[in-house]
């Protein structure tokens, strides 16, 4: 049974930081690229990074990029997030996903890339 469990979020002052992680089961994650999607409240779901199976290309929304770091960790069954440099625009829940394809999709289309996410976790960032 394919599984992805987000932990990590949490209240955080602006300026702060926090690592999310997404631990995956029911499958081989090295075979399988990895996204992240936020959705804030009243706006849509949006793509934010992604992380490719074999090279480990990242990909990153312009609004997080220089400030969020994906990565992965195989062994562990477990990809992170990293997140700096906090505002409360980053304020949202977060999901992570599987892209059945080794490469990642574009963020634009990650919604519909993926073909299992998590349940999400709550990010709040105070001003």
């Known amino acids: 049974q394919v599984q992805l469990v987000e932990s990590g979020g949490g209240l955080v002052q602006s300026g702060g930081s926090l690592r999310l992680s997404c631990e995956v089961s029911?499958?081989?994650?090295?075979?399988?690229?990895i996204g992240w999607s936020r959705q804030a409240p009243g706006k849509e779901r949006e793509g934010v990074s992604c992380?490719?199976?074999?090279?480990?290309?990242?990909y990153y929304a312009d609004s997080v990029k220089g400030r969020f770091t994906i990565s992965r960790d195989n062994a562990k069954n477990t990809v992170y997030l990293q997140m700096n440099s906090l505002s409360s625009e980053d304020t949202g829940v977060y999901y992570c996903g599987r892209d059945p394809e080794g490469q990642c999709a574009t963020l634009a289309t990650m919604t519909y890339a993926m073909d299992y996410w998590g349940f999400g976790t709550l990010v709040t960032v105070s001003s």
């Open positions: 992380i490719d199976s074999s090279d480990g290309g990242t």
């Open positions: 029911g499958f081989t994650l090295d075979r399988y690229a």
